[in-house]
């Protein structure tokens, strides 16, 4: 699993910056702090149900795409135990720093890097199972398809993938929630997105449902050769 070196796409180095490669954060510190309010405390149901859903089987070698400051990464190395491997990319360097740091702190060795999930540094066939938790909203269109189609060329024949990200949903009460609030309700539709690119770009048995998080859909597939 060896890393191929640098990056292929530019990534830009400002602040919160959108590019060609996607909105990119900067603030790993806010964006703790926003974590447990977008989700109304339940951070860790969101994260642990994303494992149930993707069956993280110990001995696994897992990739996170976008991996902010690293929280899903940390519990999925508990999960695939000392003979399985958890790697993470996000293009912001500063949330790849929070991330190393908050491995560092918990003993647990994941390997963290910065690239675009546009062009992932990775071998191919390299991953049992990929996750993506609230990314592809951060990418345009065509940056969509080109980090589903990485996401697949990445991972070993019969290997899963598992998109988290915005759901719509229709009625009042939904329209309170802090996700959609924060997102607005025209770009709540990536989750479903996701599963069509998933389709286009091979993947079979792609399934695709709500989480416990009614602002948030999921699509999981299996990568066929
Ligand atoms: C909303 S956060 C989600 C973080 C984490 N997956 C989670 O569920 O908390 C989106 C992340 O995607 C990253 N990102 C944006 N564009 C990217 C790209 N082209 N490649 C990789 N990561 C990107 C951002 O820097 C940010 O950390």
Do not use: I, S, V
């Given at each position: 699993m060896a890393l191929h070196g640098k990056p292929r796409s530019p990534v830009q180095n400002s602040t919160t910056s959108s590019t060609a490669a996607g909105s990119i954060i900067r603030w790993p510190s806010l964006y703790d702090v926003l974590v447990p309010v977008l989700t109304l405390g339940r951070a860790r149901v969101f994260r642990e149900g994303a494992l149930d859903l993707a069956r993280v089987s110990p001995g696994e070698h897992v990739l996170d795409v976008g991996?902010?400051?690293g929280q899903l990464a940390l519990a999925a190395k508990r999960r695939v135990g000392t003979e399985g491997t958890v790697h993470d990319i996000d293009a912001g360097a500063e949330m790849v720093a929070s991330a190393r740091q908050k491995a560092a702190r918990a003993g647990l060795e994941v390997t963290i890097a910065v690239a675009p999930a546009q062009a992932l540094p990775f071998e191919d066939g390299a991953f049992d199972l990929v996750l993506c938790t609230?990314?592809?909203?951060?990418?345009p269109r065509d940056g969509r398809k080109q980090a589903i189609r990485e996401m697949r060329r990445v991972l070993r024949p019969k290997g899963r993938l598992l998109i988290l990200d915005l759901a719509q949903e229709k009625g009042f009460l939904a329209s309170l929630n802090p996700i959609a609030l924060v997102h607005g309700?025209?770009?709540?539709?990536t989750a479903r997105e996701a599963e069509a690119l998933m389709r286009d770009a091979g993947f079979t048995a792609v399934v695709a449902g709500r989480t416990a998080n009614r602002a948030v859909g999921y699509a999981l597939g299996t990568q066929m050769p």
């Open positions: 991996c902010g400051t609230l990314m592809m909203h951060h990418l309700h025209k770009g709540m539709q």
